[in-house]
């Protein structure tokens, strides 16, 4: 039987000791958009740029409401040209089949696996992989993987699959750790759970936001296995680049799109941003509840207000917290305006969250809209909204950013709230201009509710599971203010429902996310609307 094992080995080092081509000859066995198997032999060889060990290569998807299946990341790898030009991921059929370390020089035989190449972006998947197509694999050193030093904007679908440095980096949100998460739902990594927090293991993936000092933002993936994810220190708070595999993975927990590109480091060690603060950008305003200031909000008419977690205040603006330019908080919707937590502990204790780390709005998800005779919404939503004066600021960009959760951990309050919002920005309150999201262009972004454990709801008619669709913590979130807004004194900017599509409670995979056939009614009194900020900023350069 050995003997056997041998010989075809042997057989196979004689058949592939030709010459093989680069990785970016695989395209031209498919055209954009296309899938192909692979019938004869196909030799690859270039250099891997992730490692077998590393528990961030891919996104685990959950196999079931709430069962994660961890196969993905293992079985995932990525290799580039030698002249890193261009990449392709391999996905193996078992992931004890993927051995690949980082730096190795391989040599790969694609026959019989199947090729797959999108359109928009233009990528390269390899799947179907054993270990007898990978023909030959020798130790390299880091000096062999070429490294692309690139600002945001430049990079290219040619990136994808490749080794980047992103230069000239800061965290948007530099209170947190690395992913922000309710870590009661999260994967179990006993470095960050033992003793400290119960985790399910029914999640993975989340992201933190990256800003550059030309203004361009980028999602920084990380899986919940990985360790350095939460480990008391938070994320750095200066200037400087982040290390890792360009890819594109859209992920449907965190509103689905993520952008034409994201990056995934290897490790922390990918992460070069120093911890001493600095930043390339300006604080204008910002609400920032960190836990130390306890219930306590101010108000414009009120005053400050304590014990917001329990009574909640109404029909008043909050004070902004900190910036030369004096800011106001409010809604016009039924919602009360309380203090919550946030998901941006340094630790998994207390499941992550920090008390008194947010502001929430409560209220019902009709009272975001107004409605005709035919109980049909009208156009105009109610909306939050944010005004500043900036005669203080002086620059060429201006960005809004914030983190948000809709719902909380009961599952009776984590449906009925407006699915899809949108950003507008107006000098008089009249004329109102959308704005796009800048990580990923789009003008219409969808909310998340906050996990919660299986339960019994009778008024949807039985038991409700976590679905496929429900967050793991706090969105992170950027967009773009035109550069008018300097110098003026009554900047106004809304954050609105797009439509009055509702969230609706998902446990099927398949579905999609957004059902355009749930509307709001207007007797539809008995749904919620618990939307949690916790952080709000305007920022400038």
Not at 188 to 194: D, G, Q, V
Not at 292 to 301: H, K
Not at 389 to 394: E, G, I, N, P, T
Request: net charge neutral; with cysteine; proline share 4%.
């Amino acid at each position: 039987m050995k003997k056997g094992v041998i010989l075809i080995v042997s057989l196979c080092i004689a058949v592939f000791s030709g010459n093989a081509g680069t990785i970016s000859s695989l395209k031209s066995l498919c055209d954009p958009g296309g899938k192909v198997i692979i019938d004869e032999d196909f030799i690859i060889e270039g250099v891997v740029i992730s490692d077998y060990r590393s528990p961030n290569m891919d996104l685990n998807p959950s196999a079931t409401a709430n069962r994660l299946d961890y196969f993905k990341s293992d079985a995932t790898a990525y290799v580039q040209d030698f002249d890193g030009t261009c990449g392709v991921r391999l996905i193996f059929v078992e992931s004890a089949d993927n051995r690949l370390s980082r730096a190795d020089r391989v040599r790969i035989n694609t026959r019989a696996c199947v090729l797959e190449r999108t359109k928009d972006p233009d990528c390269m998947t390899l799947s179907g992989l054993t270990w007898l197509n990978v023909i030959s694999s020798a130790p390299g050193t880091e000096t062999d993987i070429v490294i692309k030093e690139k600002y945001v904007s430049e990079l290219r679908d040619n990136d994808i699959y490749t080794y980047v440095s992103l230069k000239d980096l800061e965290f948007v949100f530099k209170d947190g750790s690395y992913a922000d998460i309710n870590e009661k739902q999260a994967a179990f990594c006993p470095a960050i759970h033992s003793g400290v927090c119960d985790a399910t293991g029914r999640m993975d993936g989340w992201a933190s936001l990256l800003r550059d000092g030309q203004g361009s933002c980028i999602y920084m993936m990380v899986n919940m296995l990985c360790e350095w994810r939460r480990n008391g220190k938070g994320v750095p708070k200066g200037i400087g680049s982040v290390e890792g595999i360009i890819v594109h993975t859209p992920m449907r927990r965190y509103g689905g799109d993520m952008g034409m590109y994201s990056i995934r480091p290897i490790d922390e060690s990918g992460i070069k941003i120093p911890r001493k603060k600095a930043s390339n950008w300006k604080r204008l305003t910002a609400w920032v509840q960190d836990g130390t200031t306890g219930q306590t909000l101010t108000f414009e008419m009120l005053g400050e207000q304590t014990g917001l977690w329990q009574n909640g205040r109404k029909g008043d603006r909050v004070l902004s917290e900190t910036g030369p330019g004096k800011g106001f908080l409010w809604t016009d919707s039924d919602s009360f305006i309380h203090v919550g937590s946030d998901y941006n502990s340094l630790t998994a204790e207390k499941e992550g969250g920090v008390p008194n780390g947010a502001i929430v709005f409560k209220g019902t998800g009709t009272g975001w809209y107004t409605f005709d005779e035919n109980g049909k919404a009208l156009p105009d939503a109610k909306s939050f909204f944010i005004e500043v004066d900036a005669r203080k600021a002086s620059g060429s960009m201006m960005t809004l950013n914030f983190s948000w959760l809709a719902g909380s951990s009961s599952p009776e309050e984590n449906w009925g709230f407006p699915a899809q919002w949108k950003v507008q920005y107006s000098l008089d309150g009249n004329l109102w201009q959308t704005l796009h999201e800048i990580a990923t262009g789009n003008e219409v972004f969808n909310l998340r509710a906050h996990p919660w454990m299986d339960k019994k709801i009778k008024m949807l008619g039985g038991m409700r599971r976590t679905g496929f669709d429900t967050a793991l913590g706090m969105q992170q979130r950027s967009f773009l203010i035109p550069s008018e807004a300097f110098g003026k004194r009554g900047v106004l900017i809304r954050i609105t429902p797009a439509n009055d599509i509702y969230y609706a409670h998902r446990v099927d995979p398949k579905t999609s996310v957004v059902d355009p056939k749930k509307t709001i009614k207007p007797d539809m009194t008995y749904t919620s609307s618990i939307i949690r900020f916790g952080e709000i900023s305007i920022d400038y350069r």
